[in-house]
C-alpha cells in the first residue's frame, strides 16, 4: 500500500507547493524533526485516514479505533508545528478518498477477505 500512496502524496503536494509554518513564521519551533517539504495536503493525514479505512475494512470491530488513531496522527501533526490547519483536513479528505477507491477495486477486496480469514483464528470469541 505504501506504493500506492507515495506517489499519490508526491502529486497532491506538487499541485500545492506550500512551505511548511516554519519557514514561514520564524516564531513556530516544530518540537519534531521535519523537512523542506510541502505542506499541503498532510502525508500523514493521508496516510493515517487510508490505513484506518483499510484496517477497519478488515477488522470492523475495531474500525472506531482506528478512526480515533489517525485522528490523534493528524492532531499530533498540527500541534507539533508542521502543518496548519487545512494542510490536515485536505490529508484527512484525500486519504478517505483514496481509501474509498480502493475498496472499489475486485482484488483490494480480495485480499481484505484473505487478511480477514487469515486473522480470524486470532479474533476473540
Not at 506504493?3 to 520564524?26: E, S, V
Not at 472506531?64 to 500541534?79: G, P, S, V, W
Not at 508545528?81 to 494542510?87: F, K, L
Not at 478517505?96 to 480477514?116: F, P, S
Request: hydrophobic share 40%; charged share 25%; net charge positive.
Amino acid at each position: 500500500m505504501r506504493d500506492d500512496f507515495i506517489p499519490i502524496n508526491r502529486a497532491a503536494k506538487a499541485l500545492y507547493p506550500r512551505r511548511r509554518p516554519p519557514f514561514t513564521d520564524p516564531r513556530i519551533k516544530p518540537c519534531v524533526e521535519f523537512a523542506d517539504t510541502g505542506a499541503y495536503p498532510s502525508g500523514h493525514g493521508i496516510q493515517s485516514s487510508l490505513w484506518a479505512a483499510l484496517l477497519g475494512e478488515i477488522f470492523p470491530e475495531h474500525a472506531a479505533d482506528f478512526q480515533q488513531r489517525a485522528q490523534e496522527t493528524r492532531r499530533f501533526k498540527l500541534i507539533s508545528g508542521v502543518h496548519y490547519p487545512s494542510d490536515i483536513v485536505a490529508g484527512q479528505v484525500l486519504g478517505e478518498a483514496v481509501a474509498r477507491a480502493m475498496l472499489q477495486n475486485t482484488a483490494v477486496r480480495k485480499i481484505i477477505e484473505a487478511l480477514r480469514a487469515e486473522a480470524a483464528p486470532y479474533q476473540p470469541k
